[in-house]
């Protein structure tokens, strides 16, 4: 005796399979509907400005203008972000001598991010009746043609090693320290080969060595505040401080009336009370240095 086989409810499947073919197509649309609104985003970025390069955010630039790095970045016609060469630009601003490294980052949308380090100018030197830059490394940027900082040192007579050891003298120095002096200059004596003579932007000027002038210079605002001076900054008592061995002031009169014939002269002429009440204040800003050398 054979079983019945069951009868299949048609009309249960159908149901089934509609509910099926409805529930795909809402997915299908669904689907379509999130390209075509990315589709959509993409054709409104791409021919919008939004898109459009209209900024860029700076940074590291200290010598090199906002206006230099603008210019070579090429973007005032408002470029579209996603046709920009970075690296082409990157080019463009490492033929800037004073420029050693540089990166530009690109997101979706503004500014560029244009990060900058440059060669430190620790001096500016004369080549060819030029004035121009000298970098960290010693290099003398003969074909430098835009303005040159005023806050570097002018340096004059150096040559050889004697111009090697000047230059890591100066590499020790923060651009602070280098921003107060004017001008150096090669003084170079039997006894002493690495004597340098530093005029500083304060009218004071400072006898040192191209060895120990890195070190002891730090110092060098506490020891010219410690000075007694007139109404319009002149020392009352004119003379130099000595850093090239120990560290003292020197009246010129000592010099002048051969009391001192040295350069590292050790002891301060007595003058009036407010003249060596000066010199005494400068003296202590002076020990300054001494603890430092024995700590």
Known sequence: MTKEIPKINNEYLKEKRKKQRIQQRRIQRIIVGILLVIVLLILVYMFTPISHIKSADIKGNHYVSKQDILKELDIQNHPRIYAYSSDDAEERLKKNELIDEVTIKKGLFNPIEVNVKEHDIIAVTTEKSRVVPMIENGKVLKDYKQEVPNEAPYIEGFKGAEKRHLVDALQKMD????????????????????????FMRDGIEVVGNTNTIADKLKYYPSMSQALEKDETGKLKQSGFIDLSVGATFIPYDNVNNAQSNSASAKEVQSGTASEDKAKDDLQKALNKIKDEESS
Not at 184 to 191: F, L, M, R
């Open 175 to 198: 651009r602070t320290t280098r921003a107060q002096i004017s001008e150096i200059v090669s003084a170079p004596q039997k006894d002493q080969p690495h004597l340098i003579k530093l």
